[in-house]
């Protein structure tokens, strides 16, 4: 589950100044020699015993109650695409800094990827699966159809859910404004015009 | 990930004891929970603090008191922190993203770890990470590392906007531990690397956050927070600054300055605050007080930029005192 994508602009840069090398290889040859001399504690990883303990955990997930058990290792991320199936909510970076796994968490837009899912019972959670309601899509599902909001779309379920919180919370004023407290949300296809069109026309009809 | 227990504490007394014993707390996970599944960090017990008293925020006297558990986003968005303390809250607002920051807890946020790319990397050396092993930053790719406070064994900066914050307006946190409670200047949590780079706050063990508190001054609302980065928003800063300034009679009566992005911890710049005393605030004293910023600085091969970048980011700052958030 590692995952070695480049998200600040150096990186991005250092990638296309050494040929495509990754981000990793650069920093470990520039690193050297003394990368190397790290690299018994990687293999001394304690082989720790598996974990006995599973959790019961009760879940609302758009508005469906589920009781699990679970690994207290996993993700709500992890849980709500392999456990309970909805592939909707993304796994980008798996590291907070992207906003493909974004959510509703009571309420909050969280990132789904940096919290366990064991620390949330009781709670409730809105997936991109749970917006559309008798057969119509949410205002905003339909406001990135009608703006162009998505290119390949892989970003689209965080930014909906994200610009959800962003318009609740009062911070979709203006094109400025969103562009600001839409910036949890990575999009590499660029879309960011129609993105902030379609927050903002739907924060005016909301 | 490794395996791991995790359990809910129920009390403030019940969750020291558990750390005491050797189980470690975990708030809004955001720093944690990233560095356990890349196996930097290795805790096989949690004991989830989220449920304990600790989210208020409130003011007393002058005073602006935060509880450790408040989330970022909260902070920032409260009417109190907004009217008597703005300089907190645009700090906080600079920091992560919105999701993040609705996750992330104030005391989580003053511990949070480097972001030192090597740090997070096993097969690098990194002192931090594996004391003794080494620092694969000091000859290697730098140009975020800091400039001040570094040792031959590790010269990463401390990440934490609110923390420059929090130092310049000599906020005090308190804690409680299995001896007890004790109060102390939040600037005095952060260590020096050192030859002891994985050792980076002066918590005893078992010891909990309860508290951070800003005392009220002439400063808090003739303050801002300037973060200079790779990219408008949701970065970490490569130089920042906290200026305050209290003007009375068109001179400069007191001034406070701590910056980020440049120091092993926040770094407080007493001898740049002592030239802009008695001064008028204007640009040209701004840029001669500025100049001492970078005494005894020691630059690494890919960051000798921050020379620069650091006293233009002061005057800016200084000059934004003047200005409405
Ligand atoms: C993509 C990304 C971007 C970010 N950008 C920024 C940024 O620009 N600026 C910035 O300032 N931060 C930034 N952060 C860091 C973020 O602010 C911290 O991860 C967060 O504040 C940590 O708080 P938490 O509650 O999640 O801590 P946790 O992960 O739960 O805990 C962190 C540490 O603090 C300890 N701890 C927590 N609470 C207490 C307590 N009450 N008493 C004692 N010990 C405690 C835990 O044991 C742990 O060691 C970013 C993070 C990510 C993932
Ligand atoms: S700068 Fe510090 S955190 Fe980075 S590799 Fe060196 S020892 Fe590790
Ligand atoms: S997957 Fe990128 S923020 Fe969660
Ligand atoms: S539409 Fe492709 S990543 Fe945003």
Redesign the interface.
Known sequence: MKSEKPFSDDAVQIEQNCGGLSRRAILLTVGGVAALAAAPTAQSISERPPTASTGRVRLVVNGKPHELDLDPRRSLLDVLRETLDLTGTKKGCNQGACGACTVLLNDRRVVSCLTLAAMHDGAQIRTIEGLEANGELHPLQTAFVEHDGLQCGFCTPGQIMSGIGCIAEGHAGTPDEIRFWMSGNICRCGAYPGIVAAVADAAKRA | ??????EKATSIQGAIAAASSGRRF?A???TL??LM???VE?P?H?V?I?TLPLSDIRIEGSDLVIGALARM?DVAAHPDVQRLHPLVAESLIEG?????R??ASIGGNLLQRARC??FR??????NK??PG?????I???N??HAIFGTSNHCVATHPSDIAVVLVALEATMQVRGPRGERSFPVEELFRLPGDTPHLEHTLLPGELILTVRVPGSPYSRRARYLKVR??????FALVSAAAALDVGGGVIRQARLAVGGVGTRPWRLGAVEKALIGKTPDRKVFETAARLAIEGARPLSGNHYKLELLPRTIVRALEMTGEAA
Do not use: H, K, V, W
């Open positions: 990930m490794l395996p791991f227990t995790i975990i809004g996970g955001t929970i990233d599944r890349e196996e290795r096989e949690l989830d989220n986003a992560a993203s919105p999701q993040l609705n996750m790319p090597y990397m096993l097969d690098a050396s990194c990470r594996s092993s080494g620092c694969a930053a000859n290697g790719l140009a975020g790779d990219r408008a928003s949701y970065e």
